[in-house]
């Protein structure tokens, strides 16, 4: 049964109504790439209107691309539509500006402390690379970046994480939320499967589901991805590739054992997959030094993704893929075909900031800042809580995680923290299967000064203990 809210008394023309419910399914990502649309005939009977105005509806959708027709099958939802914002948009109704708080602390994760970028320095690197800069610098440019960047990251990827790798191997991307774009273009289609940490960002399922591929969700326990869970190899469809967070689990926070790296490692080489190691925030480790990445113990099994996302600003960008070499041709094809290349006097300006030694110097001095922001965040838990609630991945990035006994994160309770001033991230929200992680919420403070977040804590403490 189709069902689409339509109003016969709306002043909106009903081809209108249709075509925006449809839409904003496809939008959302209800419906994803390649679900099979009903047809015209087939609606026009569950709706009650007239075969023309459902053609006219698919017309239109059709001309702006949301949907493809297939001869003699019918009408299909296109490929990579999902809007991340206008799927959060919807997911729970934020308070009117006349409901809202006077100041709403958001404990959203994974944003860096926004007050604190290195503006001067920045700007005058930028000035700096603007005077030196060759010509060439603002012409059209290769798909895989500036070799002047992609030489220094490569040798300050060996230095901090333990990747093994050549300039060549290096795709500039915009962030590191295309570079999955990218691996998702290239590597998926509507056979494919994928094997994938459960609970992981909706955002990444919705980039890999895009392409109609099939996610295979191994749930995440204290030391990361269980590798028991992992299918056999002997079942069924081999995988594309297992992607994993390995450093500090999103959102979970846990950090996967060498042990189980290993595992993941002879698992993939069984298989004949590819390993992506989505490495967005492990700079910031706070009790031990970063644990070296997957990439270096299997540089020919892994894709490697950073970003500066977290070490610097999300604005700016700056992300990259690390690829075996056999996989170099084809992302350059994938980047020039998105988007020719990534900005390249911002890229040159990145490879003098860490040249001259100011990236490194900046994340020492930012996680002593989220060391203390994290320390006081898990007092405040600890003072209003006490062990009713239980704190997960505290080890590193710019989040933790809470889990409070007997309290369920329904959009109720949810609304009634925002109603409070706080706003929190239900980990079940990130779940594929539902049900397990009711109880925990994803606080970020990395953009939480250390005022915000007793006062965050005490108002999550009211509202909790109703
Ligand atoms: C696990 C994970 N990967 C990737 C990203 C994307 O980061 P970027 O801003 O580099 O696109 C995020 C963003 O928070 C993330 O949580």
Redesign the pocket.
């Known amino acids: 049964m189709l069902w689409v809210p339509i109003d016969r008394d709306k002043p909106i023309p009903l081809t209108r109504q249709i075509y925006t419910e449809f839409r904003d399914k496809i939008l959302r990502g209800d419906w994803a790439a390649g679900f099979k649309l009903p047809s015209t005939r087939k609606m026009a009977q569950e709706l009650r209107i007239s075969r023309n105005v459902a053609i006219e509806a698919y017309d239109q959708l059709f001309a702006e691309g949301y949907i493809e027709s297939r001869q003699g099958s019918g009408y299909f939802v296109a490929a990579g539509i999902y809007l991340e914002q206008f799927a959060r948009g919807q997911e729970r109704p934020l308070p009117s500006a006349g409901d809202q708080p006077e100041h709403l602390i958001d404990f959203r994760?994974?944003v860096p402390a926004l007050e604190q970028f290195p503006r001067s320095l920045w700007g005058k690197t930028v000035q700096q690379v603007c005077h030196d800069a060759p010509l060439s610098a603002f012409g059209y440019n290769r798909p895989e970046g500036r070799a002047e960047l992609r030489d220094v990251l490569s040798r300050y990827l060996y230095r901090t994480r333990g990747v093994q790798c050549t300039p060549e191997q290096i795709v500039m991307t915009s962030?590191?939320?295309q570079a999955?774009t990218l691996i998702a273009k290239v590597l998926l289609n509507r056979e494919s499967c994928v094997l994938i940490e459960d609970p992981i960002?909706q955002d990444?399922q919705s980039i890999f589901t895009s392409t109609g591929a099939r996610l295979c969700p191994v749930p995440v326990d204290e030391y990361g991805m269980n590798m028991h869970s992992l299918p056999s190899p002997l079942a069924g469809s081999r995988p594309r590739f297992a992607f994993v967070?390995p450093s500090h689990q999103?959102p979970l926070g846990t950090t996967l054992t060498i042990q189980r790296r290993i595992q993941l490692i002879q698992y993939a080489r069984s298989v004949d997959c590819y390993i992506v190691e989505?490495d967005?925030d492990s700079e910031f480790r706070y009790e031990s030094p970063p644990i070296s990445s997957i990439q270096g113990l299997a540089p020919e099994r892994v894709i490697y993704i950073g970003?500066f996302?977290k070490i610097l600003s999300?604005g700016l960008r700056l992300?990259y893929l690390v690829l075996p070499e056999t996989l170099v041709e084809r992302y350059h094809k994938a980047k020039w075909l998105s988007d020719l290349h990534t900005p390249s006097l911002e890229q040159l300006a990145l490879g003098r900031f860490i040249e001259e030694g100011h990236l490194e110097k900046y994340i020492s001095k930012m996680k002593k800042l989220y060391k203390k922001r994290r320390q006081c965040l898990i007092e405040a838990l600890r003072r209003t809580f006490a062990d009713r609630a239980t704190i997960w991945g505290e080890a590193a990035g710019l989040h933790i995680v809470a889990a409070f006994d007997g309290i369920s994160f329904t959009p109720d309770v949810l609304t009634a923290l925002e109603a409070a001033g706080v706003r929190v991230y239900p980990v079940e929200e990130h779940a594929i299967g539902k049900g397990r992680h009711e109880d925990k919420i994803v606080i970020g403070y990395g953009n939480v000064s250390e005022d915000g977040i007793e006062e965050g804590v005490r108002r999550m403490g009211i509202v909790l203990s109703r």
């Open positions: 994760s994974g962030g590191a939320t999955l960002t990444i967070t999103f989505d967005y970003s996302s999300p992300g």
